[in-house]
């Protein structure tokens, strides 16, 4: 076994009527399961912020969501709060075929950093233990899906990319927020990287 399918971020807060819902978001939730059922081994990932995160707009006194502000670790977007420790919101979307997944990565846990990749924080440095559970697995090759195309299944993909994965991005199963931008800045980043978009 060396291929698996990593699916990121399929919860309620980045579907339709969630908190930070990216538009489309529920669409590809069918178009996952079928994918996971041919998969070697499925990997899902789930946003999973204290509350009070630093990420959140909420946080910073006169910031509004989608401001950019400095963080110690470089620029981050701030976004309304999202996805916070064992609310519905932070669940994934419930007819995800989550019984499938082999592991189950959360990250974006500590207080005072942000993570959007699946591999590491937005430091870009502190690991969140996939690569290791990935490689200790003989596991090579990635397909990745999910949610927001733009920003987690970006840097998870280009992280992936950077770590020695052959990487492919299912376009057609991810959805984006689309910031001033951002979509057309992550394909352009993913295929610089060596990333597959297919
Ligand atoms: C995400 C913004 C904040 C994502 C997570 O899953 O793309 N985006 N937290
Ligand atoms: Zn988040």
Request: charged residues 20%; glycine residues 10%; hydrophobic residues 40%.
């Amino acid at each position: 076994m060396t291929h698996a399918l990593i699916v990121i971020d399929v919860q309620n807060d980045f579907c339709p009527g969630g908190a930070l819902a990216v538009p489309g978001g529920d669409s590809i939730v069918a178009g996952i399961n079928a994918l996971m059922d041919t998969a070697e081994a499925v990997v899902l990932t789930q946003d999973w912020h204290p509350g009070g995160h630093s990420s959140f707009a909420s946080s910073h006194a006169g910031r509004a969501p989608y401001d950019l502000i400095d963080m110690p670790y470089g620029p981050q977007v701030l976004w309304p709060d999202h996805c916070v420790q064992g609310s519905d919101g932070a669940a994934f979307h419930p007819d995800l075929n989550a019984d499938r997944a082999d592991m189950i990565v959360r990250k974006g846990y500590r207080p005072e950093i942000d993570s959007y990749s699946a591999f590491f924080e937005n430091d870009q440095t502190t690991p969140t233990g996939l690569d290791g559970y990935l490689r200790t697995r003989g596991i090579t090759a990635l397909t990745m899906v999910g949610l927001a195309t733009d920003f987690c299944v970006n840097f998870s993909a280009v992280d992936a990319a950077k770590l020695g994965f052959d990487v492919t991005v299912r376009m057609d199963l991810c959805r984006a927020i689309d910031l001033d931008g951002s979509l057309a800045a992550a394909r352009d980043g993913m295929a610089a990287a060596g990333v597959t978009l297919t």
